[in-house]
């Protein structure tokens, strides 16, 4: 009588654990898909950020009594801009994963997001 109780228990159980699976699938799908939706306006806002951070450095130059320069790409001299911005901080960061064992290196936010979207598709198929 015991064994069948503990044996109804384990299947009870084992049951609730499928049921929990299932709902959790379904809401990782639809998280998923949201997402999805989503990428578009996360691009636009990566290119606003990127651009919002260009013209603050620009402000920055032009209120300290000197014209801020059109953007260039990255040399040794801005690796050691004494301004710490988004682009400079991603370039380290760059850097460093590449230094490291097995990490990839993306490059910029817009990479970062497609990267993440790109993986997400490889893991639903």
Do not use: H, Y
């Amino acid at each position: 009588m015991t064994g069948l109780f503990i044996d109804m228990m384990i299947m009870a159980l084992l049951l609730g654990a499928i049921g929990f699976g299932l709902v959790l699938e379904r809401r990782v799908r639809r998280l998923m898909q949201v997402l999805q939706e989503l990428q578009p306006a996360v691009d636009q806002f990566a290119q606003a950020v990127d651009r919002t951070e260009e013209t603050v450095v620009a402000l920055r130059g032009r209120t300290s009594g000197r014209e801020a320069p059109a953007p260039q790409p990255e040399t040794a001299a801005t690796r050691l801009s004494p301004l710490p911005t988004m682009r400079n901080l991603r370039n380290q960061a760059a850097r460093a994963m590449q230094a490291g064992t097995g990490v990839a290196a993306v490059e910029g936010k817009a990479d970062m997001v497609r990267s993440f979207f790109e993986t997400a598709q490889r893991r639903q198929s």
